[in-house]
């Protein structure tokens, strides 16, 4: 009898597990069938519908997201494509499907901005989207209707609203690599009243978020709260050596001590920071600046703080003389950051309370291109410095 139950328990839970899966991830939306309907809030503060569309000869409609890097290396060639075929009767919309609590910070070490719909406005204003650019985050209905597999993916319909074209932008995400631009050649024969050539290609990009995926999220900081928090004291050649940054990591200085209530208040952003970029070429550097004799306050606010990253407190009473060995020009007030490149050059300082949007914009922008993401360093570059 104890078999037989165990066996109907274990059915259950695997017929559980595969309707669960399958509700998890919804299936593509099959080509010929007609537009799901939405109405959806966007990052212009009004509420656009399916009706809203209904005078344009196609719609086409573009799964992106803020924090993907191929969505954001795309960004510029969805921006051509708006403003080439909107004056042709091509209506466009961006729809971001990931619910913004299911992003792990590890996932975000390429971007500036998670995927909610407040930093969603951030960088269409940014980037200066010529789209609506919705949200369907909070319940993910319309992209369970549609169904992308990955960021961005684009869906193209006709008049009639049928499904004529899903899939990819063109077949690179390196733009230089692109030998078929296959939403335009789309475009161009609906337009045309052609029947489509290539109808289905794959999306490459990062997976949509998908509800359930907010347990890894819970998961993530359940361990990031579990590291070990450290702090050592710090001499003045130390010092000097870390203003000079000879390593070759980025490097993100902070100078602060408990007494300093800015200090204290702006550690979450800085841990924020640090455990979205520590996986690449980087590094956060804490230095307290209390006395040696108040390192056990100093260990404690740390803990408190989860700060994981490297930790150090003034290792001798001269406190002036050693933030002279790091910075003679500097006056001694915390908090006092610096960015430094792994060749020296400051590239951010500021005495006061941080810009954290800033500071994440020119840490994208000085990190080197890895292995995982050529050419993102470019994308960043040019919206940071205008290059």
């Not at 991830?25 to 656009?48: Q, R």
């Not at 004799?293 to 100093?298: F, I, P, S």
Request: one cysteine or more; proline letters at 6%.
């Amino acid at each position: 009898m104890n078999k037989l139950v165990s066996l109907c328990l274990l059915f259950l839970a695997l017929a559980f597990g595969v309707a669960a899966g399958a509700e998890d991830t919804p299936p593509v939306l099959v080509i010929g069938s007609s537009a799901p309907d939405f109405c959806l809030p966007g990052v212009d503060g009004k509420v656009h519908c399916l009706r809203d569309f209904a005078s344009a000869k196609i719609l086409v409609i573009m799964f992106t997201c803020n924090h993907c890097p191929t969505a954001q290396l795309y960004e510029t060639r969805i921006k051509q494509l708006v403003s080439e075929y909107q004056n042709r009767g091509v209506a466009f919309v961006g729809i971001n499907p990931n619910n913004a609590n299911a992003v792990l910070l590890d996932e975000q070490g390429y971007t500036d901005l998670g995927d909610s719909l407040a930093e969603m406005k951030i960088r269409a204003a940014y980037r200066h989207f010529n789209f609506p650019y919705l949200y369907d985050g909070e319940t993910q209905k319309v992209a369970r209707a549609y169904g992308p597999a990955a960021t961005p993916h684009l869906f193209i319909f006709d008049a009639g609203r049928k499904l004529r074209y899903e899939g990819r932008v063109d077949n690179n995400p390196r733009e230089a690599l692109v030998t078929r631009k296959d939403a335009r050649v789309a475009l161009d024969e609906v337009l045309a009243g052609k029947p489509v050539s290539v109808e289905k290609t794959p999306a490459v990009g990062c997976s949509t978020k998908w509800m359930y995926k907010e347990e890894s999220r819970e998961d993530e900081m359940r361990r990031i709260e579990a590291e070990p928090v450290t702090v050592k004291p710090v001499t003045a050649d130390a010092l000097k050596a870390l203003r000079k940054n000879s390593t070759d990591k980025l490097l993100l200085v902070d100078f602060w001590a408990t007494w300093c209530g800015p200090c204290v208040a702006e550690m979450a952003k800085l841990e924020t920071i640090y455990r979205m970029f520590r996986a690449r070429p980087f590094d956060l550097i804490m230095v307290s600046t209390n006395y040696p004799d108040e390192q056990k306050g100093v260990l404690a606010a740390l803990r408190k703080a989860h700060a994981s990253n490297t930790n150090y407190i003034f290792g001798a009473t001269d406190i002036y003389g050693l933030m002279a060995a790091f910075d003679p020009d500097w006056n001694g007030a915390d908090p006092y950051t610096l960015l430094i490149r792994p060749d020296g050059e400051v590239v951010y300082k500021v005495q006061g309370p941080i810009d954290d949007l800033k500071v994440k914009r020119l840490i994208l922008a000085n990190l080197p291109d890895d292995d995982s993401y050529r050419g993102i360093q470019a994308y960043w570059r040019s919206s940071v410095y205008g290059k």
